[in-house]
């Protein structure tokens, strides 16, 4: 069947159509995306303002024509932390369902870990063990642990990029202060955050997934042999803390020119990279493999399970 999963996230709405069946990888057919950095049209109140308001519903609909002619059977839409923590989020979706005539399903915190952790189960099978995960968003950043598709951990926390961009680096580059003050907030949210889920789990494999922790792993990682004649994006502690003074002092309209960042997360690349920074070190994760799997890849598998 050919199905279309429609994102609406803090930084972009991106709909991805897959030509898929139970038992198969899903392949790519088509894409269509919108950068919308939603966390600039925040009011005081976390509200999202009419400008951004537009700008969902106009992005949404133009989603929604490719959607059609692709031919899809079936969409799966669904919004995260920006609606989610909006107190106008149902506006929102009111008037998504009015002028597309798409309904979106609100995804909690806890949920979307538990789906990307089901796309990265998947995408490194059982032989990876205990899998510890780490997903950096827009809005938040999604943590989750276990050996089966199930984790036994899902664990959300308001530390996505652009949320923490916003908040803490006003400034284009950031001045070394709001730098400072970003680790530190994001550390003392990360210690509660090992307190809460009972301590650093035991753990095989860790892994990142997200479109900011791919752009950092292309641009201060490197890679390793992997299955036949595929490579491996590996990211280390190290190499992350070796580029990140200098991404934070490079003009986010320069950053484009670096390898791996591009335009769409060149604004919240460097609050990605200390809130990952900060995390790996919390739960004393040394290095990371990428997964090229993730939250849409989780929803696609898990209608697929529900068909079967």
């Known amino acids: 069947m050919r199905l279309?999963?429609?994102?609406?996230?803090?930084?972009?709405?991106?709909?991805?159509?897959?030509?898929?069946?139970?038992?198969?990888?899903?392949?790519p057919m088509a894409s269509e995306k919108s950068v919308l950095r939603l966390m600039r049209y925040?009011?005081?109140?976390?509200?999202?303002?009419?400008?951004?308001?537009?700008?969902?519903?106009?992005?949404?609909?133009?989603?929604?024509?490719?959607?059609?002619?692709?031919?899809?059977?079936?969409?799966?839409?669904?919004?995260?932390?920006?609606?989610?923590?909006?107190?106008?989020?149902?506006?929102?979706?009111n008037r998504a369902e009015e002028a597309a005539d798409i309904r979106l399903?609100?995804?909690?915190?806890?949920?979307?870990?538990?789906?990307?952790?089901?796309?990265?189960?998947?995408?490194?099978?059982?032989?990876?063990?205990?899998v510890l995960l780490f997903d950096i968003g827009g809005g938040s950043l999604e943590i989750a642990h276990g050996a089966d598709e199930v984790p036994d951990v899902a664990h959300s926390v308001p530390l996505?990029?652009?949320?923490?961009?916003?908040?803490?680096?006003?400034?284009?580059?950031?001045?070394?202060?709001?730098?400072?003050?970003?680790?530190?907030?994001?550390r003392g949210?990360?210690?509660?955050?090992?307190?809460?889920?009972?301590?650093?789990?035991?753990?095989?494999?860790?892994?990142?997934?997200?479109?900011?922790?791919?752009?950092?792993?292309?641009?201060?990682?490197?890679?390793?042999?992997?299955?036949?004649?595929?490579?491996?994006?590996i990211l280390k502690l190290s190499q992350l803390d070796g580029w990140l003074p200098r991404l934070a002092r490079i003009p986010a309209d320069a950053r484009p020119n670096l390898p791996g960042i591009t335009a769409d997360r060149t604004f919240q690349i460097v609050a990605g990279g200390i809130v990952l920074s900060e995390t790996m070190r919390a739960f004393k994760a040394k290095v990371l493999e990428v997964s090229p799997w993730a939250l849409r890849e989780g929803l696609i598998l898990r209608r697929l399970d529900r068909m079967d």
């Open 4 to 27: 279309g999963v429609l994102d609406v996230g803090s930084n972009t709405v991106h709909l991805l159509v897959v030509d898929a069946h139970p038992g198969a990888h899903p392949i």
């Open 42 to 93: 925040l009011e005081d109140d976390g509200s999202i303002s009419d400008v951004g308001v537009e700008a969902i519903i106009t992005a949404i609909t133009e989603a929604a024509k490719v959607a059609r002619r692709s031919g899809i059977d079936e969409l799966l839409a669904f919004a995260t932390s920006a609606i989610r923590e909006a107190p106008n989020g149902q506006l929102v979706l």
């Open 105 to 130: 399903d609100v995804l909690s915190g806890p949920d979307e870990a538990r789906l990307t952790f089901l796309a990265v189960r998947r995408w490194y099978g059982w032989s990876a063990g205990r």
């Open 160 to 186: 996505g990029a652009g949320r923490s961009t916003v908040e803490f680096l006003p400034d284009d580059p950031p001045t070394d202060a709001q730098v400072a003050k970003l680790r530190e907030h994001a």
């Open 189 to 233: 949210v990360l210690e509660e955050t090992v307190r809460t889920i009972g301590g650093i789990p035991e753990t095989d494999h860790v892994v990142g997934s997200s479109k900011t922790i791919r752009s950092l792993a292309r641009l201060a990682g490197s890679t390793e042999d992997g299955v036949g004649a595929e490579e491996r994006s």
